[in-house]
């Protein structure tokens, strides 16, 4: 197993970074009693979900699951490594346990702002759950964060996944709580390459490593047209997203819309054809359509998905988005 840059210093030097995010569609992230409240747990959370995309892409030839989630629980904190050890005066001893080393706060001028209801029953339109708006107010934050020196480099491409893919709370792969990280770089198609993976090699894998690609380049989409708020993008995403879905209830005779994310027979699956509101240079939002599929087969109860249909389904997904009107493909 290749050791850790952490593990090797035994006090790491810290760099500290500060960034101002903000959320660009109203975002269902809250405490225990589903109250809208900015709170840092979600946010590492995120964090250790694109280190894991980034680590993957710098360990594409020799990628070791156990060797990542070892480096992952050095640097995040766990509870349950069995191979972290520590040295003594010539004895070895197990750790147990670990603090992260990753630091987080989140600051603002404005720490008591009203919650806004943003999720209503269909049927008797009574308040589900409040959101956080995204309004210069309520919708924004500093947030500090500090790493060791040694995952600079690495942390620095999260945080560029994070400000262009970046997406928290509930219902967040379906464009609620996009997240914008102000003065961070932009990723062109040319440097998301390097996580990306033809299709099948995703669709092989057991969890969401990578962007997908195919034969007419890289998974992504974005919409052609422009929009002045998250109001009417958000209800464009609504259209797109049950034009897709459709694409799959009949397919060779089966329903596969379960490919694209259920919460039916049990099933608990995020969908791994995510929709995501980019804020552009003249401060208008556009859409982003990006796949970082896995195999499903297997983890579906309420139906049962084959290879070859899963295959199948994720053709005719790629065909829907291509054909459309209102959708381009990212240039390769």
Not at 140 to 159: K, S, T
Not at 228 to 244: A, G, N
Not at 252 to 260: F, T
Request: glycine share 6%; charged share 30%.
């Amino acid at each position: 197993m290749n050791e850790s840059p952490v593990a090797n210093s035994a006090v790491p030097k810290m760099i500290q970074r500060s960034y101002r995010v903000r959320f660009l569609t109203p975002a269902f992230l809250g405490d225990a009693e589903q109250s809208a409240r900015w709170r840092t747990p979600p946010f590492k959370h995120l964090l250790r979900e694109w280190w894991r995309v980034a680590y993957f892409a710098d360990h594409a030839s020799d990628f070791s699951l156990e060797a990542m989630r070892h480096e992952e629980g050095l640097l995040f904190g766990h509870a349950w490594l069995d191979d972290d050890f520590s040295e003594t005066n010539g004895r070895r001893e197990k750790i147990s346990a670990r603090k992260s080393l990753v630091r987080i706060r989140l600051e603002t001028e404005a720490r008591n702002q009203p919650a806004w209801f943003g999720l209503l029953d269909a049927k008797t339109k009574a308040p589900l759950r409040s959101g956080i708006k995204p309004d210069a107010a309520e919708g924004q934050r500093i947030v500090r964060m500090a790493w060791p020196e040694p995952e600079d480099g690495r942390m620095r491409r999260v945080m560029q996944l994070m400000s262009n893919f970046g997406q928290l709370g509930s219902r967040s792969r379906g464009g609620w709580g996009a997240l914008h990280i102000d003065d961070v770089d932009s990723l062109d198609p040319a440097e998301l390459g390097r996580f990306a993976r033809p299709l099948q090699d995703c669709l092989a894998g057991k969890w969401p490593a990578s962007f997908a690609s195919d034969a007419g380049g890289l998974m992504l989409w974005n919409s052609r047209q422009d929009f002045e708020d998250w109001s009417k993008l958000m209800r464009f995403v609504d259209l797109r997203r049950k034009e897709v879905r459709e694409s799959l209830k009949s397919l060779s005779g089966a329903d596969l819309r379960a490919v694209l994310g259920s919460a039916k027979g049990g099933d608990r699956l995020a969908n791994p054809l995510r929709w995501r509101p980019v804020l552009e240079a003249d401060g208008k939002l556009r859409l982003r359509i990006f796949a970082m599929p896995w195999r499903v087969t297997g983890q579906v109860r309420s139906v049962t998905i084959s290879d070859t249909q899963l295959a199948a389904a994720w053709q005719a997904v790629t065909r829907t988005l291509d054909q459309h009107s209102d959708l381009e493909r990212s240039a390769a």
